[in-house]
């Protein structure tokens, strides 16, 4: 059961920043002419910002982006203004941890760096804009487990909110929004004239306990949420819009984590809704971090060029135990696609999907293997992929050009694949062969039109719970959510 907790900004002791220090004096004067008896004038003087909402953890101290010179006006480049908030406010991380609150504007800020013991919280008329000047966004590294990065050999832009070995931090709002303002990098890749990897908008490193809720993020210039090398993660209530026809804006990608929840997020973008990665080839298989135990619950895609569920292509770590169900796509290349290649190594197995919905998709399903991206030409030949123990069941799907294109690997089958109680309705011009298998193992039943000889039909009375589904659940399903509240008062003449 969630237990109440509240935070509340007229009860904080703060650094006395400047700003801060005028309000202060403007609240004394106001309170000495109370005092004096026009109390019902100050009434009529007062505004308030409260609301409740719920998080993994409340906060004993809280703060306002304007306490540190904050200026919402759209123009005013706060950068400053959030960097200094969040190095203040993580003196209080060992005395119940602090909130900074960002009111009703436009904050136009660049990268700026989380803390733990944290909430960043954004009022529903909040807009965070993303700095369109290239010199706001320092270089750091690439990943370990890739080698490189994704857009360049070199290394990559920091994201826009971006923390590396934190503990307890919430990013949240009253679904405030995030604009990436990504138009100025998508020309730049197009042109070829990037030297590093563009910047993602929320990007949590070497973390543990981490919620990133309620938020609208528009236009990123690339990934949109990218918890990496992390655990313990509550992805959940977000809306990411980007142009279908935007360069790889990818919705949420869990990468080398465990124990992640992603729930009742709605995503239109130019790429896979949701992307499991685990690194890239020879890199991936060095640093040996896997994703598992992933839960991906009532999610809605709309991606004309991409999959609605993507595992891979980088993922040579490995990716095992994620359970996906309650899936709407709309306009969307694919379902679930499964993407490895020969010199990826790795694994993908026990993969649970049920109760998908879609309309209008090229394929229902999508496995390959010879999705032949490489980072260098360092890869081994000899790393070939595990695919097993792949489930899909209780799918329906109209308007589909074709229900499902699965091609293993030479000499390295799929294998334990397994489609029940799944009827596709195909297009008025959907291909004549509505299945393409090679180098694949499994079963069916059930499956209307009827599979490739591969998935052995296994009757009409077998296809009730036949595809496993685990129904035991995940530790973070069993993460206590508790109430918070803020409130703040703020007087005027």
Known sequence: ??????????????????????????????????????????????????????????????????????VGDGQTLNTKAFQEAVHQLSQYGPDGGAQLFVPAGRWLTGSFNLTSHFTLFLHKDAVLLASQDITDWPVIDPLPSYGRGRDAAGGRYISLIFGTNLTDVVVAGENGTIDGQGDLWWQQFHKKKLKYTRPYLIEIMHSNNIQISNLTLLNSPSWNVHPVYSSNIIVQGITILAPVTSPNTDGINPDSCTNTRIEDCYIVSGDDCVAVKSGWDEYGIAYGMPTKQLAI?????????????????EMSGGIQDVRAEDIVAVGTESGVRIKTAVGRGGYVKDIYVRGMTLHTMKWAFWMTGNYGSHPDTHYDPKAVPAIQGVN?????????????????????????????????????????????????????????PPPCGQLADQGPE??????DFPEDPLPIDTVEIKKCSYSATNYYV
């Open 1 to 70: 059961m969630a237990q109440p907790c509240t935070s509340s900004a007229t009860s904080t002791l703060l650094p006395v920043t400047p700003a801060r220090l005028r309000k202060m004096m403007l609240w004394t004067v106001l309170g000495v002419i109370c005092f004096l008896g026009r109390a019902a004038e100050c009434r009529r003087g007062r505004i308030s910002d409260s609301f409740e909402y719920s998080a993994i953890s409340c906060r004993a101290h809280t703060a306002s982006i304007t306490d540190f010179g904050g």
């Open 297 to 313: 619950r009532r999610l809605t895609c709309i991606s004309p060029y991409s999959a609605t569920i993507a595992l891979g292509s």
């Open 392 to 448: 899909y069941r209780d799918v329906v799907a109209d308007n589909v050009t074709m229900a499902a294109r699965l091609e293993g690997i030479s000499g390295d089958p799929f294998t334990g694949i397994c489609i029940s109680n799944v009827t596709i309705g195909m297009a008025r011009k959907a291909k004549k062969v509505p299945w393409t298998c090679a180098d694949i193992e499994g079963i069916s039943s059930s499956v209307t």
């Open 462 to 467: 077998k296809a009730a719970g036949m595809c």
